[in-house]
């Protein structure tokens, strides 16, 4: 089982990265952070096939790459507003549907005969699964335009004020409703759903009150910019 420290910092590690592409993102113009934000909901669906511990829970691998992508669409419509953020989240719509098609050819393309055996293990490697290609499409798209909806609407709520209210007020929510979604189409009648659902939101909220103080020096350091 992979320790909790290194987990920890896989978490850490992310968040500092995904921080820094909302500041390059306010340098050299904000399709920097958007095709970050692609490239996570991208590694998510193909992670998403593995189960894995963390501590107590199972949960899906592409469980902290996928609470990411909330980060940076609250980064994006904090600084850029909701229409932006809006944009973003159907950018990494349309890069999972490139995900989907590149791998359904790829993995149905022959191989030589002597590469037979790799091509079969790359193919249970790479091989997204429908029900988990279907569930990542669906919750994708249901939660993170709930959760730009939810920031503004928490925004205006408070006259702008309460940073931290606002990015976990429509986090929080917004993936309890992924959660539940996702491992619902996923794993239903395949695994114990509740279990993995629990343990899911569970770790999304830790890495959520996590994000929160990078959320701030994001901020303050955009402004700088």
Do not use: C
């Amino acid at each position: 089982m992979t320790s909790i420290f290194l987990i920890g910092t896989w978490i850490l590690a992310t968040i500092t990265i995904v921080s820094f592409a909302g500041i390059l993102g306010k340098k050299y113009g904000k399709e920097h952070t958007i095709a970050i934000l692609a490239a996570l909901t991208v590694m998510a669906s193909i992670f998403a096939n593995k189960i894995v511990e963390v501590g107590a829970f199972t949960v899906p691998a592409g469980v902290i790459v996928f609470s990411m992508t909330f980060l940076i669409t609250d980064i994006i419509a904090e600084t850029w507003g909701k229409q932006a953020a809006q944009n973003a989240v159907w950018t990494g719509f349309y890069a999972n549907i490139v995900l989907v098609i590149s791998v359904l050819i790829v993995t149905h393309w022959q191989a030589p005969i002597y590469m037979q055996e790799a091509a079969e293990i790359f193919n249970q490697a790479i091989g997204l699964t429908w029900r988990i290609t279907v569930a990542g499409l669906i919750t994708y798209l249901i939660s993170q335009s709930h959760d730009v909806w939810a920031y503004h609407f928490w925004k205006q709520k408070t006259k702008g004020k309460h940073l931290w209210l606002r990015n976990n007020a429509s986090t929080i929510i917004s993936q309890f409703i992924d959660s539940v979604l996702f491992i619902t189409i996923a794993f239903y009648g395949i695994l114990p759903i509740w279990p993995l659902i629990l343990g899911q939101w569970i770790i999304k909220i830790i890495i959520a009150i996590a994000e929160t103080p990078f959320l701030y020096a994001t901020r303050w350091m955009m402004k700088k910019i």
